[in-house]
């Protein structure tokens, strides 16, 4: 595969940061994008917003002008909102789903005519929040549930032209998300005050002690050069990838009573 040309999202920070640095070291010519367009080490950087169509339009368009191929996607932009459902008003909401779910739409629609032309990769960062629900972070992990249905409908449309589809399942990793996560205004008599604080603050504190997001490159790579890629893959500490198998395993008000006690909730 070097020589092969990625375009990853969300390059200026974390996981996409991670996945581009290594891509790069692998030789893999690589596209960084994201709003601030940092630089990185071996690769270009790209100024793109993948909530704006025309700026994802026109950024795919560039990468393809620029190396005149495209082989593979890495969709890794995104953020994170936190607080009560009951307090988050709807245009918090639509943002949410607008960079982690549409911006992810977004990129594969234009991505997908030049993949199709030499069969290519879409490896989309979804999270272990898109398998269990997380108190707080409804809509995130409405994001990231939305990812799952998504790419494995996308799999059979694209399998025909030789594409194929990755969700990598990160658990907790230490990046900027954390510190970047938004967190809805509340009155200050909201009923979920106790509730939402602990269980924030164990989530924030599990992401602070995370895997280093070279870990989840480690997998992006893995998936981009394997013959056969799987559809879906965990990433991440060992205890937390136990948490998605126990979900599927255990009764889930089992399930829910332990993941309960470990929120402090
Ligand atoms: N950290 C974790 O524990 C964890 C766990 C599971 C899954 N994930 C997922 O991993 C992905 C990467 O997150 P991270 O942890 O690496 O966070 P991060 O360090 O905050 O990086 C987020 C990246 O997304 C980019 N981005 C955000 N909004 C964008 C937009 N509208 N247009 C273009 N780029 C945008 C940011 O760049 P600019 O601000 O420069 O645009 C940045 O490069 C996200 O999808 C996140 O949900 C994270």
């Not at 200026?12 to 690589?30: E, F, K, P, T």
């Not at 549409?102 to 898109?130: D, F, T």
């Not at 030789?162 to 510190?179: K, L, Q, S, Y």
Request: include cysteine.
């Amino acid at each position: 595969m070097n020589g092969s040309v990625v375009l990853v999202t969300g390059a200026s920070a974390g996981i996409g940061r991670a996945c581009a640095d290594l891509l790069a070291q692998r030789d893999w010519r690589v596209i960084g994008a994201s709003r601030r367009a940092t630089a990185g080490d071996g690769w270009a950087p790209l100024t793109m917003d993948v909530d704006d169509d025309a700026s994802v339009a026109a950024g795919v368009r560039s990468v393809v002008e620029q190396f005149g191929r495209l082989d593979a996607v890495v969709a890794a932009a995104g953020f994170g909102i936190a607080g009560p459902v009951e307090f988050t008003d709807m245009a918090d909401a639509r943002a949410q789903l607008e960079t982690n779910f549409y911006g992810v739409c977004r990129v594969v629609r234009e991505s997908l005519p030049h993949l199709r032309r030499n069969g290519g990769r879409l490896v989309i960062i979804g999270s272990i929040a898109g398998l269990i629900g997380l108190p707080f972070q409804a809509y995130y992990s409405a994001s990231k549930f939305a990812i799952e249905g998504y790419a494995e409908a996308l799999a059979y449309e694209v399998a025909p032209y030789d594409v194929d589809v990755t969700v990598i399942e990160p658990g907790n990793v230490r990046t900027e998300f954390t510190a970047r996560r938004r967190h809805v205004p509340v009155p200050a008599d909201d009923p979920y005050a106790d509730a939402s604080r602990k269980a924030l603050a164990s989530m924030a504190r599990d992401e602070v002690r995370g895997a280093d997001p070279s870990v989840v490159a480690a997998s992006v790579l893995r998936v981009l050069e394997a013959r056969h890629p799987p559809r879906r893959l965990t990433a991440g500490k060992a205890n937390e990838r136990v948490g998605a198998l126990a979900k599927r395993l255990l009764p889930y008000r089992v399930f829910e009573r332990g993941a309960r006690g470990s929120l402090g909730l």
